[in-house]
């Protein structure tokens, strides 16, 4: 089943609703139309990731490419912003999942970073191990922005919720790695401080 975009149709659809054509009525129907429509794509995203979840068995997703070509499509829809972005992957780090899952996680937390950041946007990746000697994986997407403050985080792992509602997003995008990151591969998402100067996502995937 190929990939369905998040609320891809929901700002045509609000944008039709503001020529002042529609009425109360029908403006209520809608919304809550389009934002069914958002949390059933939401609920299939996860519903598949769920499905495949951690494939220790088989070659480990490279992430440096994938990391690659997210910075490059980034750098583009931001192109005003001429953002610096650095990569700083371990030699040979690897995602054991299926690509799309690390697709979908690497680069919603890397738009996220790219959408607040001033200048810079630092993106590392490398390999934990536990004391059994397997390999976990450890991501981390730090950004020079205006930070996320520790009372809000909670919110902002919420579905639907930014830490600024003024800035233009769905405001689902962390909440949708967490979820995929826990539930597919019991990892955790944790918000903090960067040195930077904004926020620090970091994503902890254990061994498998």
Known sequence: ???????????????????????????????????????????????????????????????????????????????DKKLRVDLEVDHGAGFHGDEGDLVEILGNVLDNACKWAGERVRVRAGHTHDDGGGAGLTLRIDDDGPGIPADKVDAVLARGVRADATTPGHGIGLAVVRDIVVEAYGGEVTVGASDLGGAAVTIRIPPH
Not at 47 to 76: C, N
Request: no cysteine; glycine share 4%.
């Open 1 to 79: 089943m190929p990939r369905q975009s998040v609320g891809s149709n929901v700002p045509r659809v609000l944008h039709s609703l503001s020529d002042g054509r529609a009425d109360r009525e029908e403006m209520r129907r809608t919304l809550t139309e389009q934002s069914a429509r958002m949390h059933r794509t939401i609920d299939y995203q996860l519903q598949r990731a769920a499905a495949s979840g951690p494939t220790p068995l088989a070659p480990a997703v490279d992430i440096a490419p994938v990391a690659s070509r997210l910075k490059d499509a980034l750098l583009k829809v931001y192109a």
